[in-house]
Structure formats: C-alpha cells, structure tokens
C-alpha cells in the first residue's frame, strides 16, 4: 500500500504558513482546523518547516516567549518528507523509529498534503481487517 | 444545502455500482440507518458484484462465495437492485436528486494505470485489465484478441493481478475445467503456445505486492516450474535491514519462500514462469508491422528515500525480453463520472473520507458520498472495502439526520422503475440476477465445473425473456 491511497480520500486542502507569520497567530490555527502540525512553506510553495504542538511545548518549557516570535524561529526545519509513491509500511516505520508524527507529501518539489501517523495506523488497521474479513467469508460461506 | 427533513420519515439512497463498496455501504446503512432507509443500487452490467465476478481468479472460487452474504443484503425488503442502468448515459445526477436524499458512488476503477514509456501502446501491449475482463467474461471485453500463438509472454508487475495473470496463462486444461471460465476462452487458453511466462518487479524480493498464499499457489503450479534467480532472490543490505527492523513475520516468510523456490531445481514441466525482480520496463520495441517484438528492461538497484522507501534506481544495465506478447499489470485507476468532481492526480473521486467535495470551495456537497476504489484507489482485497463503506456511510447519516441532503421532489419508490422503462430501459431486477445466475450454474454442473458464464448482455437479457423452460437451451447456444 502506498501513501497516495491515504491522500486520495483526505481530501486535496493542506493547511500551510509562512516562517513569518506569528507563534499566536499559527497556534490560532492549530486550534481553529483542530490540527496537530502546520507545514511551514517557501515562497514557492515548497515545505521548509514543519510547527508541531512539540515544537510549542518544547519552546513554551524552555521559557521561550511566545510574544515576537515566529514560526520561522520555533519550527523544526529541515522537515522530513515523502512522495506518493512511498510505502505506507516503510514510512510508518521511519516515523516510529525517528518519532514523529506529521509527513509533508510532496512530488517534485510540490507540496501534495500531509500524513499522519493516525492516518497510517487505521490505513495499516483497515488493510488488516479486510484480510481478516475476507477470510472469514471464506470460511463461513464456504 | 437544501431542507429535506430525511429522518425519520425515509432516507432513499442511490448507490451506483454493485461491488464489494457498494453491498458493504447497503448492508450498513441497513444496520445503522433509520427503519425507513431504503436503498436502490444500480449497476451498468445486468450481474451485480463488480470484480467479485469479473476481476477475481476464476480458479479462486472460494473467494467469491462473499457474494452470499452480498445477497442476504439483497434480501432486504429495502433494497432493489436496478442492474443494465449506467450512471451518466442512462441516469443522470439530475435524476437523482430529483429522487433520492443521497448518492453514494461505487464505481471501482474502471481503466488501467499508464506506465508512460515509449511504445506502450504497440499492437500485442495489453493492460492485465482487458485480459483480466477477457478471461472473466465481462461482456464488453469479449471482442478483446490476445496473440497465444507467441511462446513468450512478459508480465509487468509483481502485484496479485500479475500473478493472476501469469497463473491463468499456465493453468492446464484440467485446471481450466474447474473454473467459470466462458468456453470460448478455456479453448482460446488451451490452445495457447505459452512456453514461458516472465513476471517482471522493479524492486526486490522484500517489497514485492503479492501476498504469500499467492506467491505459494505459483511455486505448486501443475504445468510449470516456477524458476527465480538466486542472485534476484538475495536480499540486499537495505532490505534486510527493512525485514528485519519491521518485525513482519509474514514479510519475513515471503522473502524465505522466494529463497527457498530460488533454490530449487525445475522440474522439467510443459511451462515456466519466471519470477524476477529488478528490472524495470524502459520501452516496447516495435516490427515493421507496429507489433510489440521485444521489451527492454532496466536492471535497478535500491536507493533508501528521505522517508525510509526502498525505491528502483536504474544502474545503465540493460536487457531485452524478445517477446510479442506484453501484459501491463501496473494497477488499475478510477474513470470520472459526469457531473461528479474528480481529482485527477489520484485518479479518484474528489472526496474528504467518502464526503464528495466541491472542485471550487473543497467544501462537501450534500447528498453527495462514494467509497471502494473509486473513493481510494485500486489497492485492497475484497474486505478492505467495509471498513471504508462504513466510514462514508457513518458520515452519510450524520448528515442525514442534520438534514445536509438533496430534496427529492419525488420518491424513487413512486418514480422507480416506471420512469427508466419509459426511457426504454430493460432494468434487471436482483430476482432477474437469480435467474441468471441459477442458468449459468445449471450449465456449469452439466460441465461438471461451478458456472458457465453468460458474456453478453443481449444473452442475458434473452434468457430473461424466454419461458424459464428453455432458459437451458439459451445457456447452452451460449456456451
Ligand atoms: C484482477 C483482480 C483480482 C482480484 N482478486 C481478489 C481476490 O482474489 N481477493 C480479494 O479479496 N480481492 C481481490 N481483488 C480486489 C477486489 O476485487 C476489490 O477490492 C473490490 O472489487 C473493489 O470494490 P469496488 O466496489 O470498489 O469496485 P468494483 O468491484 O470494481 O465494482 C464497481 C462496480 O461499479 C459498476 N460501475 C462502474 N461504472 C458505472 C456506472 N457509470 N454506472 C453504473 N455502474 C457502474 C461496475 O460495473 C462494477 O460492478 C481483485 C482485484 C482485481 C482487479
Ligand atoms: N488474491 C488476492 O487476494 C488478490 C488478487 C488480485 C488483486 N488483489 C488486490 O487488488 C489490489 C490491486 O492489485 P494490483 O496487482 O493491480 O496492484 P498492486 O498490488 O498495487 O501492484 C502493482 C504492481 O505494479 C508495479 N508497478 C507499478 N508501476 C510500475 C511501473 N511503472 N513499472 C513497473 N512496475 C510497476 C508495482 O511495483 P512497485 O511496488 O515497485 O510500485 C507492483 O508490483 C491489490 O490490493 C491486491 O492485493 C488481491
């Protein structure tokens, strides 16, 4: 399975900043699109960052002051990326290995969307229960 | 957004296909829905079960028997099925609002996906697609001419349609008697000169798509040696390190199996069937009469990307595969329907967890839903389509009882099918798919096999229409 048939039914729209815009103003929407990372993207339209709830809490426990900073100052950049074409079985595992929890999905320098590791657990849990499902219509049908 | 109050009063539903998605999406709505939902399904084929019966292996009958529990869903007293009706030339969108509160497409994936190299599309260049439909008798594929007078045959893709296909090539004709198979194409198989059947993955052992009983079922195969590389077999440094860090133990159990046939010696049967990995397909080279005559492959090694995939990089080896006959088994996509948004890219319907979205806003449409292959693209066995029914239909219902529908001017019970027969239409009714169904199996046990599939629509309909005694007889002129 690969990441494109979890991006098929997510629907095309990708939350993105700037480096620029404010902490206050890219925790406002963290809250207002209920997400838990925003990929932080070029002028090009090509990710450069990546704001994680993490990356607040680590700064707000480090008494970093939110007031004047940016999203440019608290991101975690570089961000880790994949394509289309990637294994869902491979990428979950870099993400569990490395810990983290939102992907840019991009192709060619093009942002496409973003997964995340929910996003490929229940693509992992639905494969596995369609297999089990279909034995199972095997064997009491049969 | 439009006021229909649908609960409790009723909640129609229309679901285009009859396949997997679309029997797991009725046979939800019946469980969860309100008393009064009522379902019509309607399908362009007058059979319903969509690849169940037209894509499945016909030498895999045990799998199809999930349609029984499609057709206690069809038992309901809430459900119709309108089958010989095609969303977009016999049903538009504008009669189903007009009629329905909801529409769920489940159309499947309808095309083959395009591997974008030069001479593609060479005379003997097939997708799997058509010949999967072929050998399964799906009606409008019947015309479809395989060249089997060629004794080399190429496979690309290491899927399990790659492998259906490069099994039904080496069936034996005892084999071959035990499917549903239509017998013009049990005579076109064993007639077949296939020699050797080389099925071609681009990365190695480890990420090969096949699943293990599938990979087992070709290393026991009556009439041909499965033969495989031992040095294709090795795994490389990379893809140890994927096996074993995954903990996988049936990924674990794949690459051992594909070790051990590695190691085998051939038996010295009629066929082989070559399993190989990467190579990658770069051109099909042409003859002078613009047929297929050779398939030139990259050979490739495995390159980690920046998330943790092992993907084909060519190293500049190459090598040719002198073949006039080339199966494209490279995955199938989703067609567009008319009036229904579509994203191009992922060649599926454009939709946030089954909800169908504006092109312009990408805010949900009411009334508007899909699931299966046409809502997630073409990958998944045959179960892996009720968790995702269920997850449109739950939004389906949320909806409904926000009152988020279309609102029908008309009842579909009332209007339906009246206003499909003053179009002409001879819809065909799940008790007309019975018929069908207890003639084709009459004329398998006369076979001695489990079916003997109707290919035409136009035999199917004139077994319909004859007096039920001499429905045999059309069975038969059919065979
Ligand atoms: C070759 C092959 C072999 C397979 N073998 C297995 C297997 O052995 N085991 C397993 O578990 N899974 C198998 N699968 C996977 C399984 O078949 C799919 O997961 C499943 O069929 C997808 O269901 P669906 O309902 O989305 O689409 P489909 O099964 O394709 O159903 C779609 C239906 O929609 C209808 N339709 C399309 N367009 C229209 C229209 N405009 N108007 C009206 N109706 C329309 C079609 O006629 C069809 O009946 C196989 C797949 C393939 C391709
Ligand atoms: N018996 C069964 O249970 C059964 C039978 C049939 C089908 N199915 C299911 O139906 C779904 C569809 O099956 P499928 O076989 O069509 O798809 P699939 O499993 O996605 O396999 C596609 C194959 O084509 C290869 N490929 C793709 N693009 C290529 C290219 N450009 N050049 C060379 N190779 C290319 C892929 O290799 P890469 O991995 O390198 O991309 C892969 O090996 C699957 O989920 C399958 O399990 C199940």
Known sequence: MKLESILAAKGPQVITTGAGTSISDAIALLAHHNIGAVIVVDPAGAPSGILSERDIIRHLAASDAPAGATVGDWMTSPVTVATPADDVDAVLQTMTARRFRHVPVVERGRLLGMVTIGDLVKAERDDFQGAIESLESQLLDA | MSGGTPTPAALNVAIIGAGPAAFYAAEALFRDGPPTTHVDMFDRLPT??????????????????????????????????????????????????????????????????????????????HPATAFVAWYNGHPDFQDCQFDLSQERVAVVGVGNVAVDVARILCLSREEMEQTDMPRHVIEALSQSRVREVHLLG??????????????????????????????????????????????????????????????????????????????????????????????????????????????????????????????????????????????????????????????????????????????????????????????????????????????????????????????????????????????????????????????SVAEMLACLDAPAASSSQVASAAG
């Open chain 2, 202 to 455: 681009r990365r190695g052992p480890a990420q090969a798509a096949f699943t293990n009983p599938e990979l087992k079922e070709l290393g026991n195969l009556a009439d041909a040696d499965l033969v495989i590389r031992p040095e294709e077999a090795a795994l490389d440094e990379l893809s140890r390190a994927e096996v074993e860090a995954s903990g996988d133990r049936m990924l674990q159990r794949k690459v051992d199996m594909i070790a051990e046939f590695a190691a085998r010696p051939p038996e010295g049967k009629e066929r082989q069937l070559f399993l190989r990995f990467f190579v990658s397909p770069v051109e099909l080279i042409g003859g002078v009469s613009g047929t297929v005559t050779a398939l030139k492959l990259v050979r490739t090694r495995l390159v980690a990307s920046e998330s943790g995939t092992l993907s084909a990089e060519p190293t500049g080896e190459f090598e040719t595969i002198e073949t006039g006959l080339v199966f494209r088994s490279v995955g199938y996509r989703g067609v567009p329907l008319p009036g229904v948004p579509f994203h191009e890219r992922w060649g599926v319907i454009l939709n946030e967890s089954g909800r169908i979205l504006d092109e312009a806003s990408n805010e949900p449409l009411p009334g508007m839903y899909t699931s299966g292959w046409i809502k997630r693209g073409p990958s998944g066995v045959i179960g892996t389509n009720k968790p995702d029914s269920v997850e449109t239909v739950a939004a389906m219902l949320e909806d409904a009882v926000s009152g988020r529908t279309f609102a029908p001017v008309e009842s579909a019970r009332d209007a339906y099918p009246a206003t499909l027969e003053s179009r002409g239409l001879r819809c065909v009714t799940f008790d007309d798919w019975c018929r069908i169904d207890a003639v084709e199996q009459a004329q398998g046990a006369r076979e001695g096999r489990p079916r003997a599939k109707l290919t």
């Open chain 2, 48 to 125: 319903p079960f969509g690849l169940v019966r037209h894509g499945v292996a016909p030498d895999h009958q045990k799998i199809k028997n999930v349609t029984k529990s499609f057709s206690q869903v069809a038992a309901d007293p809430r459900f119709r099925f309108f089958g010989n009706v095609e969303f977009g030339r016999d049903l538009s969108l504008d009669d189903i609002r007009a009629h329905y509160h909801q529409v769920l497409f489940a159309t499947g994936a309808q095309t083959d996906r395009r591997m974008n190299i030069p001479g593609e599309d060479l005379r003997g260049s």
